[in-house]
């Protein structure tokens, strides 16, 4: 075989794989889900911040709060979108479950806390999680607790200094 042939092979080999990939609509840490008008939308599961049943957009099941500081609600369930994020994260659990104050559960990106606070402002929570996109969040978890949680995922056993 000459070497332009074994190129041209090769060249569309890789276009082939690259158009059926395209085709599936599956990209690497993307969520394909569904907006609530119907409409597929993907979105980078590192820039989701949590994932929460108690929304606020109209026809969504799940409401995701994005690094953004934006919202995008779905029509997919909580159950649903974490299986999701499960299979994306490929073992690498950063996810803890919270309970909001109102008693819904809400699921948190660790990667995105920036800050956990006691003294929280917010009514019926007993600490404040602070995100890297400004965005605040009560939950009725006391700041131990949510740390507990935070080392566990990083694989320290007991409190966090």
Same mark, same amino acid.
């Given at each position: ?30 969520? +394909? ?29 799940? #409401? ?11 029509? #997919?369930? $909580? ?5 999701? $994020? ?10 803890? +479950? ?17 800050? $956990? ?10 600490? #404040? ?11 009725? #978890?006391?700041?131990?607790? $949510? ?11 007991? +409190?966090?200094?």
């Amino acid at each position: 075989m000459r070497r332009r042939q074994f190129l041209g092979l090769i060249s569309g080999a890789a276009a082939w794989s690259c158009a059926a990939r395209a085709q599936s609509g599956y990209r690497l840490g993307s969520l +394909k889900l569904t907006e609530p008008n119907g409409r597929p939308v993907h979105i980078n599961v590192a820039q989701v911040t949590y994932i929460r049943s108690d929304t606020q957009v109209s026809d969504a099941n799940a #409401e995701l709060g994005l690094a953004s500081g934006k919202i995008q609600g779905v029509q #997919e369930n $909580v159950d649903d979108v974490m299986r999701l $994020v499960a299979a994306r994260q490929r073992g690498e659990a950063t996810w803890i +479950k919270l309970t909001e104050p109102n008693g819904m559960l809400i699921y948190v990106n660790v990667s995105q806390v920036a800050s $956990v606070r006691y003294d929280s402002q917010i009514p019926g929570a007993n600490a #404040e999680l602070g995100f890297a996109s400004g965005k605040v969040h009560g939950v009725q #978890e006391t700041v131990d607790d $949510v740390m507990q949680l935070i080392a566990a995922i990083a694989g320290q056993p007991g +409190k966090p200094p």
